[in-house]
C-alpha cells in the first residue's frame, strides 16, 4: 500500500527537525543542577548528575527528575524503591562534573555523603536534599520519567545554587570567588562595592520597602544581640549577612538582588574562613540607625549610617589584624 500524501509530508517534516537547534533553544531556560542517588541492591550507591528535576505537587509532595533510556544506571533506578536528589550550590562544580563522568568507577570515592531514608545517599553540604520514595514511572521518549513523593527533605545551606544555562554554569559569585582566591580581589574593592550597592539599596528600601519589611529587620537584630557566646560564632555570622539580606529584600528590586547576594556569599566565605571573628556589640546601635532611619524614610540619614557601619567594620577589622600581628 503506497503512504498518503499526508504521511509523506509528515515524514519530511520529522526529518527536517533540527535536534542540535532543538537543544539548543532548551538550553536557553536556566535550570538547576542535582546530583540524583540511590542504593544498588547491593547497597552500593549509585549516582548522577541532573538537570530535569522539577516540582509536580504540593499534596502529595511530588517531584520528577528525567534519564535517558540508554543509561547505564536506568536499571538500577528502576529497580530501587526510593531514590534522592541533592540540590548543588553554585561551589560544587566539581561534583557536578565528577558525577556526570563516563570515566570514574566509583563516583562516591571521596565524596561525604550519609545514609538517609531507606539507606539512600544524601551527599553532604548540598543547598536542599529531598529523599523520595518512587511514586511513578513513565516512558517518554528517550527518556524514563521518575516521579517520586517526598518523604524526607532539608534546606541546609543559604547559599545560590549551581545553575546550568546555554550548555554551561552560571556562575557569577563562583567566578569572584576564583578572583578572590587567587589574591586578585582587593579587600578594599570588595569592601567599596559592599558600601555602594549597600547604599543604593537603602535607597531603594526607603522608597519601595514596607512595615513587614521593617519588622523583619527589627527581629534581625535583636537576634544578633543575643548571639553573644563565643561558640555561637557562625550563627552570628550568618545573621549579620541575613542584616544586608532582609535590606536588599526590603529594596524590592530583582537586579540588585543578585548583585547583592553575589557580594553577600564571597562575604560568607571569608567569614567562615576567619577564625577570629568577634562579637562587635558597637555595630548593634548602628543597625538600630539605619532601621529607624528606613522606617521614617528617610534616605540620607540611612546612607550615611550605613557609610558609618561600613567604617566601623573597616576599622575594627585593621584593629584585630594588628592585633593579630603584633608579638
Not at 524514563?144 to 517526598?150: A, E, R, S
Not at 557580594?263 to 540607625?289: C, E, F, G, H, W
Request: charged letters at 25%; glycine letters at 6%.
Amino acid at each position: 500500500m503506497s503512504e498518503s500524501a499526508s504521511q509523506v509530508a509528515e515524514k519530511q517534516e520529522v526529518s527536517l527537525f533540527d535536534v542540535r537547534a532543538f537543544r539548543n533553544a532548551l538550553g536557553a531556560f536556566p535550570t538547576g543542577v542535582a546530583i540524583i542517588t540511590t542504593a544498588g541492591a547491593d547497597g552500593r550507591p549509585i549516582g548522577l548528575t541532573c538537570n530535569s528535576f522539577s516540582s509536580v505537587s504540593l499534596e502529595p509532595p511530588l517531584v520528577s527528575w528525567g534519564l535517558r533510556i540508554n543509561s547505564k544506571s536506568l536499571e538500577a533506578f528502576r529497580s530501587a524503591g526510593a531514590f534522592a536528589i541533592n540540590i548543588l550550590a553554585e561551589d560544587q562544580k566539581d561534583l557536578s562534573n565528577r558525577f556526570a563522568s563516563g570515566q570514574i568507577a566509583d563516583k562516591f570515592e571521596g565524596v561525604a555523603w550519609r545514609a538517609g531514608h531507606r539507606g539512600l545517599p544524601i551527599i553532604e553540604d548540598c543547598v536542599a536534599t529531598f529523599e523520595c520514595d518512587k511514586f511513578a514511572e513513565h516512558l517518554a521518549g528517550d527518556h524514563v520519567l521518575f516521579l517520586g513523593q517526598v518523604a524526607k527533605f532539608d534546606h541546609g545551606r543559604h547559599e545560590d545554587s549551581l545553575v546550568f544555562y546555554k550548555g554551561a554554569y552560571m556562575m557569577l559569585t563562583q567566578s569572584l570567588r576564583e578572583l578572590a582566591s587567587r589574591g586578585r580581589m582587593e579587600p578594599q574593592n570588595l569592601d567599596q562595592a559592599r558600601r555602594l550597592v549597600n547604599c543604593m539599596l537603602l535607597r531603594l528600601a526607603c522608597e519601595n520597602g514596607v512595615d513587614e519589611d521593617f519588622d523583619a529587620i527589627e527581629h534581625n537584630i535583636l537576634q544578633i544581640e543575643q548571639l553573644v557566646a563565643p561558640e555561637e560564632r557562625e550563627q552570628r555570622a550568618e545573621a549579620s549577612l541575613e542584616f544586608f539580606r532582609l535590606i536588599t529584600r526590603a529594596a524590592h528590586n530583582e537586579v540588585l538582588v543578585v548583585v547583592s547576594e553575589t557580594l553577600t556569599n564571597i562575604m560568607r566565605q571569608i567569614l567562615k574562613a576567619d577564625s577570629s571573628l568577634r562579637y562587635r556589640p558597637d555595630l548593634v546601635p548602628v543597625r538600630k540607625q539605619i532601621l529607624s532611619h528606613l522606617r521614617r524614610r528617610d534616605a540620607d540619614a540611612a546612607e550615611a549610617a550605613m557609610s558609618h557601619y561600613f567604617d566601623e567594620m573597616r576599622r575594627g577589622t585593621v584593629a584585630n589584624q594588628t592585633s593579630t600581628a603584633a608579638p
